[in-house]
T-cell receptor, first 117, second 109 residues
Framework: DTEVTQTPKHLVMGMTNKKSLKCEQH?????MYWYKQKAKKPPELMFV???????INESVPSRFSPECPNSSLLNLHLHALQPEDSALYLC????????????????FGAGSRLTVL | RKEVEQDPGPFNVPEGATVAFNCTYS??????FFWYRQDCRKEPKLLMS???SGNEDGRFTAQLNRASQYISLLIRDSKLSDSATYLC??????????FGAGTRLFVKA
């Protein structure tokens, strides 16, 4: 059982739709991440939030809009996506980097599989 | 040169075999090192962190050589359930965690 919960598990949307992916964790982690993974490729970092503030945006197109309402929740708002955006979107969380050996260990959710028609 | 490079796969081994995966990283300032396992159409899961002193967890042994910027994973007595993609992951400081392309392992009966 994963400690990071993502919804929905599957999403099919048209290029003009607006949808959101949601992620929730209750491990007390203060860093949350969005990754995109295409088939047979490694996860690619999109965004990182630390203490509910956006820390990293890996030059992601504006049709992807992240939001961190509180320390447990992370959303990814989708608008005007392209078929090439079809992928597995993974949410992850971690402790904030520090001297702890557990820092930066990512715990992933099961992912939201997105298909853009 | 890629930031994290792994052995090309796939590795096809019989049950009971010992298999080793290698990984090199380019950023000498990297601070944290991990092996993750990813099953088909599932999320990556931490297999083990890798420390300079080396560490072992049952049939799995991980080694780190900072001088050579090299990480390894050894799996002894392979099981069918070990079939997966193994991802070498390097933390460069901050929140940037770089994933290698992964090595696919198939263990056959």
């Amino acid at each position: 059982d994963t400690e990071v919960t993502q919804t929905p598990k599957h999403l099919v949307m048209g290029m003009t739709n607006k949808k959101s992916l949601k992620c929730e964790q209750h491990m007390g982690h203060r860093a949350m991440y969005w990754y995109k993974q295409k088939a047979k490729k490694p996860p690619e970092l999109m965004f990182v939030y630390s203490y509910e503030k956006l820390s990293i945006n890996e030059s992601v197109p504006s049709r992807f809009s992240p939001e961190c309402p509180n320390s447990s929740l992370l959303n990814l708002h989708l608008h005007a996506l392209q078929p090439e955006d079809s992928a597995l979107y993974l949410c992850a969380s971690s402790q904030i980097q520090g001297t702890s050996r557990g820092a930066n260990v990512l715990t992933f959710g099961a992912g939201s599989r997105l298909t853009v028609l | 040169r890629k930031e994290v490079e792994q052995d090309p796969g796939p590795f096809n081994v019989p049950e009971g075999a010992t298999v080793a995966f290698n990984c090199t990283y380019s950023n000498s300032a990297s601070q944290s090192f991990f092996w993750y396992r990813q099953d088909c159409r599932k999320e990556p899961k931490l297999l083990m962190s890798v420390y300079s002193s080396g560490n072992e967890d049952g049939r799995f042994t991980a080694q780190l050589n900072r001088a050579s910027q090299y990480i390894s994973l050894l799996i002894r007595d392979s099981k069918l359930s070990d079939s997966a993609t193994y991802l070498c992951v390097v933390g460069g400081g901050g929140f940037k965690t770089i994933f290698g392309a992964g090595t696919r392992l198939f263990v056959k009966a």
